[in-house]
């Protein structure tokens, strides 16, 4: 079973109010440069155990740098039972939007 990924667009994420954001880069490429207010949870921690760092009951925007991996994590979280939502254009986004 395929279940659809929800999606938005960094434009779209900074006009909400204190989303929960998770950055699943790695830590130094985190450390690099975020979006504010993203925590820092790697793929392969979340994937490990995903009720450690995520709720079923909250809603979560996850991105990495282009959107393509942060979309199949979406993906795998959602059929979990998590509500996740990608940010489709990731932190590459972030940054064309900042300049």
Known sequence: MVIKVN???????LLLFNPDIIDIRD?????EGHIPGANN?????LLQDPSRYI?????YYLYCDFGLTSSRICQ???QLGYNV????????GYEILKK
């Open 41 to 45: 949870i790697p793929i392969d921690l």
């Open 55 to 59: 709720k079923s009951a909250g809603t």
């Open 85 to 92: 939502i990608n940010i489709a254009d990731g932190y590459y």
């Open 7 to 13: 999606s938005i667009t960094v434009s779209e994420l």
């Open 27 to 31: 830590n130094n490429l985190y450390r």
């Open 76 to 78: 795998v979280l959602s």
